[in-house]
């Protein structure tokens, strides 16, 4: 155990040290608070820099620490016995990971990976417990958190489940102008490759399935991962 904490300690030492004063205040579990009570928590945090792809944790390893993005982009990924990728969810500044430190101790069951050169804040377990004791109002943003993270795992094992791949790409797309993108144009914000996986089918068949999609005149794809939607209600009927 010791010797994963020095692995991970000597990980941190070999990483730029970087200004880590807005991540606290972009981080929801944290931003209600007081001035001066951010102050306090952003005392305790350590800023990591990270490279695109690198490993910020693995599975296995020991979990001690809340990671909350400051900036860039990390994807959150398990891997089965068979060593095929799953893809759980893409993390963006103010996102965090690593919450069940905060209440016992355990070991990731998942990798967390730079898509972009990234800055994370990591705050250990004991300075956590000591702010949720003083301050509960950070508890129930956690739950919050906790409880759209258990609804998103469950709508999308109901997808893999009773979806075909097309009906699924169709929901991800509309829930892409739900998720506060107000024209009709979204941008992709991960690699086909991870699209994939996270809606649990191989590259080739997004391709595919997409293109289908634009030939029924339901969608135009554009370049840069954008696409236009041109029928949200034909795209609800998939």
Avoid at 106 to 112: C, G
Avoid at 182 to 198: G, I, T
Avoid at 207 to 231: C, F, T, Y
């Amino acid at each position: 155990m010791k010797e994963i904490e020095n692995k991970e300690s000597q990980q941190a030492c070999n990483h730029t040290i970087g200004s880590h004063k807005s991540c606290i205040s972009l981080v929801p579990i944290f931003n209600h608070l007081e001035s001066e009570q951010m102050d306090e928590i952003l005392m305790t945090a350590q800023s990591v820099s990270y490279k695109k792809g690198e490993i910020i944790y693995q599975a296995d390893n020991q979990s001690t620490s809340l990671y909350i993005v400051n900036s860039g982009k990390v994807r959150i990924f398990r891997l089965s016995e068979s060593g095929k990728e799953q893809l759980v969810r893409i993390l963006n500044p103010g996102d965090f990971t690593g919450e069940y430190a905060l209440f016992s101790e355990s070991t990731h069951e998942s990798f967390a990976e730079a898509m972009v050169d990234t800055a994370v804040c990591m705050i250990n377990r004991t300075d956590l417990q000591a702010f949720l004791l003083k301050y509960p109002s950070i508890s129930l943003k956690i739950l919050a958190e906790f409880s759209t993270r258990l609804e998103q795992s469950e709508k999308q094992s109901t997808w893999f489940a009773t979806e075909k791949v097309e009906t699924r790409i169709a929901h991800y797309l509309i829930e892409g102008l739900a998720g506060g993108n107000h024209s009709e144009v979204l941008e992709l914000p991960m690699s086909k490759k991870d699209l994939a996986s996270y809606l649990g089918t191989t590259p080739e068949t997004i391709s595919r399935k997409l293109a289908d999609l634009e030939a029924q005149g339901l969608i135009k794809l554009k370049p840069h991962k954008k696409i236009e939607i041109i029928d949200v209600e034909g795209l609800l009927l998939v």
